[in-house]
C-alpha cells in the first residue's frame, strides 16, 4: 500500500510538470494567445509541406509582412523557436517549415541522390503557397513582403529560393520574396548544383539579406578548411573571399555593419558560436531581431520595430519542464501496468547481491569492463560513424588478431581437451570476431541510406551501436568467465535468466507505456500546441512513416540497449553498487566516454582554434544529441533491473522510445 502511495504521487507529479510545462510554455509560443499557433499541411508538386503557422491576431483583416523560417538536416520546423516567437509577437506572420521528409512533410518526388531531394525547393515551395494567402502583405506591384530564413541545410534552401524567385522575376516581373537571412550556412551545397558564386551574389538583386556566421561553426564559412577535410576550426567569414564577395567587395568589412549592394543591403554576423548553438543563442537571436527591423522597417504601421527583450527562452524551459515530467511519467505508468494480471509476470524476482570481489583479478577485470565501457564507445565514436580510415584499420586488425588468437585457443582446447570453460569461452569469442569483421569490412553497405533504411544519420547511429554492443559483449563473456563465475555469478544474476511469461509481459509492459506517454504528448500538442523538448532534445509527434521506421531498426537497437544494460547488471551485481553507484555506473557505461569526446572536442576548439577532430562536424553534432538520449536510458536501464529484477523492461523500453524519438527528429526518406 506504501509503494501504491508513493506510485500515485509520482503519477500526479509528472502529470503536473507536463500540464503546467506546456501550458506555460503555449502562453510563451503564442504571445499570451495573441497569436494563433496551428499545424498546417499543403500540397506541392514535390509532396506535401507541413509547418506550424504563427498568424498574429488582426492578420486576417490587415495583410503582414512574413516569415518562413525553416531547420538543419537534423531537425524539424520547431527549432526555429527562437525567432518564430520573437517575430511573432512583433505581429509578424511566421512559418515554422518541415523541410521534405523531416518532421510531418513528405517528399514523393525520386530521390536518386537524397541529400539532394529535401532541401533545393522546400522553401520556395512554401513561398509559393504561402504568397497566395491573403493575410500575407503585397505591396502595389504584387511583390511579396515576405523574408526567408533558415538554419544551416534551411539556409541552404532559403539562399536557393532567392536565386529562383529572381530568375521568376525575370519572367514575370514580380518578387515573392522580400529578405533572407541565414544562419550557418555559406555556399558550399550551393556550388554543388554548380552555381558560382557571382552567380549567387547577383540573384540577391536589391533584398535586403544577411548572414549569421558563428566563429566555432562545425560545418562552413572556411572553404579552405572544407576543402582539406579539416572544417572544425575557427572562423572569421568576413574574412574570406566568398563573404566579402556577398557583401560587394567593401575595404576592411566589418561584422555587423551593414553594406549597400545592387540596390540592395547585406550584412553579416559573427557570434562566438558553434552550429547547433545557433538554434539556442540571445544573442543570434537578436541579431535576426535587428536584422527584421532593418528589413521591414517601413511597415512599423503594422509590425512592431525596435521593441526590446526576448521570451523565447522561457517557452524553452517550461518544454524543459514538460520534458523531464515525460520522462518521470514512465516509472508510475509501468509500474501501475505491471499490476495488471499478465503484466504482473514482469517480476522475476531481484537477484542476490554478489559480494565484492575477493582477489586482485576480479577487481582489475571489472576497472577494465569500466574502462573499456567509457573509452571504447568515444576513441572509435569518428571512425564508426564517419568511416575515418586509420581507425577502422585499425578495428579491423584487432578483430582479426581476435579471430587468431580465439581459433588457436578452441583448437588447443579440443586437442588437449582442456576444460570446458576454455571451449567455451574461445568458441563464443571466435564467432563474435568473425560477425565483427564482417560488419567492419562492410562498413559502406550498411550505414548507407536505402529505401528499407531510410534515415542517414541514424543509420551511423546504429552502426557504432552495434559495434560498441559486439566489443561489450566479448568484454563481458571474458569478465563472467574469469572473475564472476567463481565468485558464485549465474546468468541468471545478471537478470537474463527468466521465463517466457516474463519477456512477454516485459514487451507489452513497455510498448503500453510507451503508448501512454506519446498519446499524453499528442494530448498536450492537440490542446496546447507544444511538444516537450530542450534545443537538441526534443520529444514530438511523427507521422505514419516513422512507426513503419520504428519497426525495421527497433529490433537492431534492442541488441545494443539489451548488452549495454546487460553490461550495467554485470558490473553492478555486487552489494558495493546497490545504491547510487549503481546509476553512477549505469551512466558512466552509456555515456561517460561521449561526454570525454565532447570535452576534448569543442575544449580544443574554443581555447586553441582547431578540434581535437577537425574532420568530424557531423558526427560531433550528433554526440551532442545522443548524450541525453542515452542518459535517460541508463537511468531507466538500472532502475527497472532494480524494480523487476531483469533486463528487459528497461532493454525494451529504452529501445522503442529512443528510437522513435531519434526517428522523429531527423531526415527519413520514405519513397524513392
Known sequence: MKNMKKTVILLVLSLLLILVGSFSASQFNSSSGDVDVSRIYFDTPRGELSGLLYKPEGSDEQPRPTIIATHGYLNSGEMQDAQTIEMSKRGYVVLALDQYDHGHSTGTMEKPVPFFSFWPQAIYDAVQYMYDQDFVLKDESGNGIMAVSGHSMGGFSSTHAVMLDEMDFQETGIRKIFSSLTMGSDYQWLRSLEYTDEIINNSYGPRTSGKIAGIYDEFFFDADAAAAGAPVVKKNYIGTAEGQGFLGNPENPAAGTIYEVNGGKRVIYQPNETHPWNHFSKTSTEYAIDFYDMTFADYSNIVTVDADGQTWMYKEWFSFLALIGFFMLFIPVVSLLSKLPFLKNVYSGRPDLLPEAKTNGSKLAGLFLIVIGLLFPALFFSALYSGDLYGMRLLRQVSMVFITISAIALIFSMVKKSERTITVVSSIMLVLSVVQYVILRNQDTLIATTEFFGAPTVNPVLYWALNVAIVTLMIMVGYHYIAKKPEGATIKSYG??????????????????????FGILYLADALFKVDFRLWTLAVKTFEDQHLVALLKYAPLFFIYYFIVGLSVNMNTAGVKYDGFKGYFVSIVHFIGGLVLYLGYQYGLLFTTGTAGYTGESLSSIIVIGLVPVLLVAAIFNR??????????????????????????????????
Open 639 to 672: 532502475y527497472f533491473y532494480r524494480k523487476t529484477g531483469n533486463v528487459y523492461v528497461g532493454a525494451i523500453l529504452n529501445t522503442v522510445l529512443m528510437t522513435l524519438i531519434t526517428l522523429a527528429n531527423t531526415a527519413l526518406y520514405t519513397i524513392f
Open 496 to 517: 537474463i535468466k527468466v521465463s517466457i511469461k516474463t519477456v512477454l509481459a516485459a514487451f507489452v509492459t513497455a510498448i503500453a507505456a510507451v503508448a501512454i506517454g
